[in-house]
């Protein structure tokens, strides 16, 4: 069962708020990523986890912060954001250590929305 | 570094036409993975295929096929048939398999309507 869900589906908030994006799969994969999809655009690898622990920051401004909880968790918390960074956000995940053979599974995303 | 084309950027068919998606790599690893994802307008990336870079064996499933030639570096998607519900944008990606840590490298993406 090849399943990521991502929690909210949509979500609006103010440049002066706080929101987190949640990521969870339970195929025993133990690394995750977080992308940026802007539209008509391909995604944009933001962070990886690598049994739970950063391995891979794109230079990422610091108003996104991602946490690893756990080898099924993954956060993505927001805050300060700008209208910019309105976006589509996409959670993968893959079976090891994101090495490149290794096929990513995605998310349904989260359609996020910086008034 | 590596790089992913694909030149078509919008393709429109009638239904139960067939059509093919190009994508061309550039890459100066001898060892790396190509992929197609599928993006429907719902927003999620669907894996259709990995292939790598010692098998040079098409491909098919159903009314899908690919067609890998590394003496074009091109890996191209063919729907045979084609449906309203293949209507999506698609995704041709290159990884290169240097240790952890290596990065998907995707194509612009080729949106395709089927109309029918």
């Known amino acids: 069962d090849t399943e990521v869900t991502q929690t909210p589906k949509h979500l609006v908030m103010g440049m002066t708020n706080k929101k987190s994006l949640k990521c969870e799969q339970h195929?025993?994969?133990?690394?995750m990523y977080w992308y940026k999809q802007k539209a008509k655009k391909p995604p944009e690898l933001m962070f990886v986890y690598s049994y739970e622990k950063l391995s891979i920051n794109e230079s990422v401004p610091s108003r996104f912060s991602p946490e690893c909880p756990n080898s099924s968790l993954l956060n993505l918390h927001l805050h300060a954001l700008q209208p910019e960074d309105s976006a589509l956000y996409l959670c993968a995940s893959s079976q090891g250590s994101g090495e490149g053979q290794e096929t990513q599974y995605f998310g349904p995303g989260t359609r996020l929305l910086v008034l | 570094a590596q790089k992913v084309t694909q030149a078509q950027t919008e393709i429109s068919v009638v239904e139960k036409e067939d059509v093919t998606l190009d994508c061309v790599y550039e890459?100066?690893?001898?060892?790396?993975?190509l992929f197609w994802y599928k993006q429907p307008p719902s927003g999620e990336l669907v894996f259709l295929i990995r292939?790598?870079?010692?098998?040079?064996q098409n491909e098919i499933s159903g009314r899908y096929s690919w067609n890998f030639q590394k003496s074009t570096s091109s890996f191209n998607f063919t729907i045979t048939a084609s449906q309203v519900v293949d209507s999506a944008v698609y995704f041709c990606a290159l990884s290169e398999a240097k240790g952890a840590n290596s990065k998907l490298t995707f194509g612009k993406g080729i949106t395709l309507s089927v109309r029918p």
């Open positions: 195929m025993g994969h133990r690394a």
């Open positions: 292939r790598n870079s010692f098998d040079e």
């Open positions: 890459t100066r690893d001898t060892t790396y993975y």
